[in-house]
């Protein structure tokens, strides 16, 4: 890896060769990361708690059904309790609002997910409104927003989360880089940019968040110290677009047709191929920011059951 202009660099896991672009590998942090959790699901033991996350699915979606299955064998693993209700993609909107109330109140669990995208005729606003914002461990109740906005943040959104734990793990200098961010999503784009913006670790970063109506897509991204790539489009973000040395992280999972046993195959927002002829450091998909997410929702999830049962778990 080159001492990049943002400074990812020194000694980050898998920095062998000085001159080699570092892969950033995110199944090694978030093995850190579940390994922390695991830790501090040991504290609540003691305390006689387990802690508990309950998954809701109004999908038929089948990419849907693998993510909350893997978030159920995520928490297995770690010693977190598991709920899981499943709803039919055609059912009344109040039957999933009947669901939310029964899990709010319910003592066992402590987080609540309710899986996104919900089928149009449910009012997304009005679900994840209708989540305790202490369950909230997606982080996307507007009590929760606001916090996060505010720099008081109770539960940091899990992928913009993941990422600020890989630039860490992985020493990237965020204090007076310019990122940018592409795409202006709830979920990423938005709370993305608002951590990179903090008075905080892994922010202080002069942020530019890019959209479908950017003008000049690449002027910014020639520019950038850190590429955020999260629009949900295949492979847009090409090696002749990025600055040499660059942080480059790749929050897209496109399924692509492809002549598999699955018939399609993964693939980022980022040409791989061609950033690593470029990038400083780069995710790759799958194995990147994907395990991060999922890390991030037990750690979400330990927090938060530590915040309702009055047990000291020291997580940001
Ligand atoms: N759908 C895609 N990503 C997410 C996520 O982080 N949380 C929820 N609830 N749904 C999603």
């Known amino acids: 890896?080159?001492?990049?202009?943002?400074?990812?660099?020194?000694?980050?896991?898998?920095?062998?060769?000085?001159?080699?672009?570092?892969?950033?590998?995110?199944?090694?942090v978030a093995a850190d990361v579940r390994a922390d959790v695991a830790a501090h699901v040991e504290t609540l033991a003691d305390a006689g708690v387990t802690p508990g996350l309950?998954?809701?699915?109004?999908?038929?979606?089948?990419?849907?059904e693998t993510y909350v299955s893997m978030k159920q064998r995520d928490c297995e693993e770690v010693g977190i309790e598991s709920v899981h209700v499943e709803?039919?993609?055609?059912?009344?909107?109040?039957?999933?609002?009947?669901?939310?109330?029964?899990?709010?109140?319910?003592?066992?669990?402590?987080?609540?997910?309710?899986?996104?995208?919900?089928?149009?005729?449910?009012?997304?606003?009005?679900?994840?409104?209708?989540?305790?914002?202490?369950?909230?461990?997606d982080g996307f109740h507007p009590e929760n927003v606001g916090r996060l906005v505010a720099g008081d943040a109770r539960f940091k959104p899990c992928t913009p989360h993941g990422v600020q734990k890989l630039l860490a793990a992985y020493d990237v200098e965020t204090e007076g880089a310019d990122a940018v961010v592409v795409g202006r999503s709830d979920i990423v784009g938005k709370p993305m940019a608002n951590?990179?913006?903090?008075?905080?670790?892994?922010?202080?970063?002069?942020?530019?968040?890019?959209?479908?109506?950017?003008?000049?897509?690449?002027?910014?991204?020639?520019?950038?110290?850190?590429?955020?790539?999260?629009?949900?489009?295949?492979e847009f973000v090409d090696g002749s677009m990025l600055k040499p040395g660059a942080t480059v992280i790749d929050v897209g999972i496109n399924r692509v047709e492809a002549e598999t046993e699955k018939g399609y195959e993964l693939v980022g927002d980022v040409d791989y191929e061609s950033a690593t002829e470029v990038a400083g450091a780069i995710t790759p998909v799958p194995g990147g920011v994907g395990p991060m997410t999922r890390a991030m929702l037990l750690h979400n999830t330990v927090k938060a059951a530590g915040i309702q049962s009055d047990v000291a778990i020291d997580l940001d």
């Open 1 to 28: 890896m080159t001492e990049s202009a943002n400074g990812a660099g020194g000694d980050a896991p898998g920095d062998d060769d000085p001159d080699a672009t570092t892969i950033i590998d995110g199944e090694s």
């Open 54 to 64: 309950a998954t809701v699915l109004m999908s038929d979606d089948p990419a849907s």
């Open 87 to 137: 709803i039919d993609a055609d059912a009344p909107a109040d039957e999933l609002y009947e669901t939310i109330d029964d899990l709010n109140d319910r003592d066992d669990v402590h987080g609540i997910l309710v899986q996104l995208p919900v089928p149009d005729h449910v009012d997304k606003r009005s679900v994840l409104r209708r989540i305790a914002p202490e369950k909230d461990v």
């Open 195 to 234: 951590l990179l913006i903090q008075k905080s670790p892994v922010g202080n970063a002069t942020t530019t968040v890019c959209h479908s109506r950017t003008e000049d897509l690449e002027g910014k991204l020639a520019a950038a110290d850190i590429v955020i790539a999260a629009a949900g489009m295949s």
